[in-house]
């Protein structure tokens, strides 16, 4: 037992603690030091989550619960997982277009709705005053219990005196340091670093206080956990703690507990505030997202311990939840008494100074505000100056709020268990989640929807939680808790259409299943107006889409009226500062009487949101700017202009390549037409040089014999068999040419049969006995093999030996010359057929072009009957034709071997088209 | 004395003809059967006209010509182009290679005659 002013004392002194760390962080921020900038600084504010409900309620709802009072930190644990992909898109939109609440962020989404925003306000204020007159009434019994324990009589009559009640004196200090550092600036965006260091602070503070009662409990009070877990058995009620089935309503209770938590770690206001308004950087997110769950591990550790402890040593005697301070006064120990108590307090402070600040910034901006603008006296026309009037409301505001939370816990807070009013508030602030969280992802939700879904939502919420918390303090009929209204019982607050479950979850089906479908349902059928699709867009696709590129007034204003207008609420020095900063980033001055740029009067429009409002910040920018606001279209046009340019450009890259291949394409097939076109120039021009010479002479001869009739017989005979021999060669020479371009235009007639080539071989070696006789030079036929059969046309392969046969006979010496014929095995599933001779043999460069048309070897010895230099084309033709091969072998002084491959009939390759395969000419230095 | 003519081809029927004309004519004759053979002809004795083909083996008509108008002892020996290419570029080419005059094969054995008969006669003016 503790003397009152001592712990008068440590609380001032505790308080006065907070002060000096929010003026110093402030102060150090002022000088660029910034205590925020840090992601423990970052999650430890958000552990602000955990109020005087975790540090009390805990173990109470564990004496009554057993393990499932885990269950509204396991909510949060799992949200935490996907902060990454909500929170950030959260902290991000609201960043970019200065949204200081929840409420202001619901607002903008749908429309910049003045009355989305005010309800949302609404819905905030009366979802959280219960849940600061929890906090005021934990200190306030914390207190208690520390003053009189162990008289728990005297605890329960306490504080009846008005003067003699603490919760006032809490309520007016704290007023004092929320207004002190919650108002500190005139910019509503600038960030409350005291604050938001102040709470961190606070976040250990209750940490250690919890952990050393906690170790105290189990370590020292009773030998360790194994000790107490075998006495606490021993007790029947522990007996009858089960595990996480105990909680009342099964598992759709826990499910829906579990859902409610998970939405409150977001959307409660004083969340909304340290999580996404005070966020300094998007990557703090990262750390926060596995930190604080370890927080709440951490904290949540001793609470079974303590919640067994307490009904070990007082049973019933004392409420669970006041076993955390109960058990070290119990031991005697005043001064860990003290800690547990600044660490109640602590927690109970944290919560309602961001608490209340979060929910001042969105009722004056969201309600009050734009209320007093639709007042005559406060229109743009009148020019002075609201800064000031800015601050004093959101002064006000603070103080009205926290005045609200007092009555309130005079009035009923004492009725309820702890537990039981911050699970009322949870219910309130999940009504948010589908506005947001839909409007977030889907740009379908509408201003009607989300309104009606709000409306709804919170309309059930009043009649199901709401209300019988009245009537059980006695504030309304207690009929209506007993048998529902004017006794219809399917209409029974906790039980509508007969769903029996625990009040809460009960609760937060109805409440849930209402917005949903209000908010789904009229969306769907609803038509968005242009701002509303404008802003669905910039919310939903914020990360695709650049801060710049967001503009929406086509009209315009002076420089000067955006000035004025801006510092009607920021204060004139602080406009006329953003608009030198706004003319230094341009790179020149502005005049006051210049119209503005778009920029400039978005830049201003969001600055003003800031203050007072998205909404009210319209309707002020509205005011000055002369001529329309930018259609949707308009403003998608802007929007899209860049992602469009950029696409444009990609397709255009794409479209240029595509040409740039289709040109290449065309360009090499134009080389080759053109090559084939000079080929075939070539051609003729062969043809016609081929054919000119032997006419030449003839024509000469010709000429000669007719000019000189008397000339002598011999000679005369000499020039007449030359021309003779001239139209000869002349005659080869025109079918040859004919039957090149016969077999090469596919033209040519294949009698295709089954052939022996060795009788073949043996046939062209007959018909060409007379020229290797006339040349005295020497034949062998050798067919070794009795299989010779080939696919092919008789004609066509006699033509090709025929004329290897005879291009060997002209290379050859006479008398000395020898030329064998073989038929073979080739390789695979070919034949194989040889003229070779032991002529001057080929040179490299020879064997190269040797098969091209008129390719001459020149000879070495003169005189002789010149060919046309096709055979060998026609040759390789024929092969081709017949799937063959035709290539030479030859080394120049040791002969040449001509070898032609054939395939055998009825063999695998054999499938002769008579077709000529003209891409696959044979090519010896492949194989 | 009679001058002297090179016949360079290496069509041998198309030789034996020119030569007969030529004789006939009351010239002197000589022959080469290639590009090589008509240089080496050129260098043992600088006859007063040529008869140069255009396609043949080892060097062409063409390089033939461009050597004899690189030669300061040649540069002015007339060079008569004989070829069976038709075509008008083959014409020109010749020309430009600084030949006298440029005969399409088959020729008049008429025009042959009296084309070189003209060339000469005009150099001895």
């Known amino acids: ?927 | 004395m009679s001058q002297e003519i090179l016949i360079v081809d290496d069509e041998t029927n198309i030789v034996l003809s020119l030569e007969f004309l030529m004789k006939q004519a009351g010239f002197q004759v000589r022959t080469a059967q290639d590009g090589e053979q008509a240089i080496q002809a050129l260098e043992e004795r600088v006859p007063d006209l040529v008869l140069l083909d255009v396609m043949m083996p080892r060097k062409d008509g063409y390089e033939v010509c461009q050597e004899i108008r690189r030669r300061e002892a040649w540069s002015h020996l007339p060079v008569v182009m004989l070829t069976a290419k038709g075509r008008d570029v083959e014409r020109e080419k010749g020309l430009a290679m600084g030949a006298d005059d440029y005969i399409t094969k088959p020729f008049s054995t008429q025009e042959v005659v009296e084309t070189v008969q003209s060339i000469l006669a005009g150099g001895a003016d």
């Not at chain 1, 058995?233 to 309503?249: D, F, H, I, Q, R």
């Not at chain 1, 444009?648 to 040109?663: F, G, N, V, W």
């Not at chain 1, 020898?818 to 020879?846: F, M, T, Y």
């Open chain 1, 1 to 927: 037992m503790l003397p009152a002013w001592t712990i008068l004392l440590v609380s001032a002194l505790y308080v006065g603690l907070l002060f000096a760390i929010a003026y110093s962080a402030d102060k150090l921020g002022d000088r660029g030091l910034s205590l925020v900038n840090n992601p423990y600084v970052y999650t430890l504010s958000i552990a602000v989550y955990c109020t005087a409900w975790t540090f009390y309620g805990s173990v109470g709802l564990a004496t009554e619960a057993g393990l499932a009072f885990l269950t509204i930190y396991l909510g949060p644990t799992l949200m935490a997982l996907l902060w990454w992909l909500v929170l950030r898109k959260i902290v991000r939109i609201s960043k970019l277009y200065r949204l200081t609440s929840v409420a202001d962020f619901v607002a903008s989404r749908y429309g910049k709705s003045m009355l989305l925003g005010g309800l949302t306000a609404l819905i905030a204020l009366v979802g959280t005053t219960p849940y600061i007159a929890l906090q005021l009434q934990a200190v306030s019994s914390s207190f208690d219990v520390l003053l009189h324990f162990p008289d728990m009589e005297a605890v329960q009559t306490a504080g009846a005196g008005f003067l003699d009640d603490k919760a006032l004196y809490v309520t007016i200090l704290l007023a004092v340091f929320t207004i002190l550092f919650g108002t500190r600036h005139i910019d509503a965006t600038e960030r409350l670093e005291g604050m938001v260091v102040a709470v961190a602070f606070e976040s250990v503070v209750k940490l250690i206080a919890f952990l050393a009662v906690g170790v105290f409990v189990t370590f020292i009070l009773f030998a360790g956990p194994g000790e107490l877990f075998a006495e606490a058995a021993a007790v029947p009620a522990v007996e009858e703690l089960g595990l996480l089935t105990s909680l009342p309503g099964g598992y759709g209770t826990w499910m829906a507990l579990l859902a409610l938590s998970a939405l409150a770690i977001v959307f409660l206001p004083r969340q909304w505030q340290v999580s996404v308004v005070e966020n300094v950087n998007e990557d703090h997110i990262r750390t926060a997202s596995w930190l604080f769950p370890l927080y709440l591990l951490v904290i949540n550790l001793f609470v079974l311990p303590i919640a067994m402890a307490g009904m070990v040593v007082f049973g019933p005697d004392v409420a669970g939840d006041d076993y955390v301070l109960a058990l070290p006064l119990a031991a005697e120990q005043s001064l860990l008494g003290l800690l547990v108590y600044i660490g109640g307090f602590s927690a109970a402070t944290g919560m309602v100074i961001v608490a209340t600040i979060a929910v001042a910034i969105m009722v004056s901006n969201d309600l009050v505000m734009p209320t007093l603008l639709r007042m005559r006296r406060f229109q743009a026309s009148a020019r002075h100056d609201l800064s000031g009037l800015v601050v004093a409301i959101r002064r006000v505001v603070i103080c009205g709020i926290l005045a609200l939370g007092y009555a309130y816990y005079l009035l009923i807070a004492d009725m309820y268990a702890l537990v039981s009013i911050g699970l009322i508030s949870f219910v309130a602030v999940a009504q948010f989640a589908p506005a947001v969280l839909l409007g977030l992802f889907w740009k379908g939700a509408s201003r009607r929807g989300a309104l009606a879904g709000l409306i709804g939502g919170f309309l059930v919420w009043l009649y199901t939680l709401l209300m019988p918390s009245l009537a059980e303090a006695g504030l309304l009929a207690e009929g209506l808790l007993l048998h529902g209204p004017a006794g219809i019982e399917w209409l029974h607050p906790h039980g509508l259409f007969g769903l029996d479950m625990d009040p809460i979850a009960h609760a937060f089906f109805w409440t849930m299943l209402v917005n949903v479908g209000l908010l789904v349902g009229i969306s769907l059928s609803d038509r968005q107006s242009d701002i509303e699709r404008i802003q669905a867009a910039l919310f939903v696709d914020v990360f695709l889409r650049s801060e710049r590129d967001a503009r929406f007034w086509e009209g315009t204003a002076t420089v000067g009226d955006l000035q004025d207008l801006l510092g009607r609420f920021v204060g004139r020095a602080r406009a006329a500062e953003v608009i030198r900063e706004y003319s230094s980033h341009l790179g020149r001055t502005l005049k006051a009487d210049e119209q503005a740029q778009p920029e400039l009067v978005n830049h201003v429009e969001r600055l003003l949101a800031g203050s007072i409002g998205s909404a009210s910040a319209r309707v002020m920018v509205s005011s000055i700017v002369k001529g329309e606001a930018l259609s949707y279209e308009g403003v998608m046009e802007i929007l899209d202009a860049t992602s469009r340019a950029i696409e444009y450009s990609r397709r255009l890259e794409e479209k240029s390549q595509a040409l740039e291949d289709a040109t290449r394409e065309l360009r090499a097939a134009n080389e080759r037409l053109k090559e084939l076109d000079q080929l075939k120039d070539e051609f003729v021009s062969m043809v016609s040089h081929e054919l000119r010479t032997p006419l030449t002479s003839i024509r000469a001869f010709g000429e000669i014999l007719l000019n000189n009739p008397e000339m002598d017989a011999d000679q005369r005979r000499e020039f007449l068999e030359v021309v003779v021999r001239e139209s000869e060669r002349l005659t080869r020479l025109i079918n040859q040419v004919l039957d090149l371009s016969k077999i090469e235009s596919g033209s040519a007639e294949w009698q295709l049969q089954e052939v022996d080539l060795g009788r073949l071989a043996r046939e062209a070696a007959e018909s060409t006995q007379q020229l290797f006789a006339e040349r005295q030079t020497g034949l062998d036929v050798d067919v070794a093999i009795d299989d010779t059969a080939v696919k092919g046309d008789p004609d066509r392969l006699m033509q090709l030996i025929i004329n290897l046969l005879s291009n060997a006979s002209k290379f050859t010496e006479p008398a000395e010359g020898q030329v064998n014929l073989k038929v073979r095995e080739g390789r695979g599933d070919n034949l194989r057929l040889e003229v070779s001779d032991n002529g001057p043999g080929i040179s490299a460069e020879d064997q190269r072009r040797i098969f091209d048309k008129f390719h001459q070897v020149t000879l070495a010895q003169a005189g002789k009957p010149k060919g046309s230099g096709l055979g060998l084309a026609i040759c390789r033709l024929i092969a081709d034709a017949h799937w063959g091969r035709l290539w030479v072998e030859s080394e120049p002084g040791h002969g040449s071997t001509f070898v032609c491959e054939l395939p055998r009939a009825g063999g695998e390759h054999c499938d002769i088209t008579g077709h000529i395969n003209l891409a696959g000419r044979t090519d010896p230095e492949l194989e």
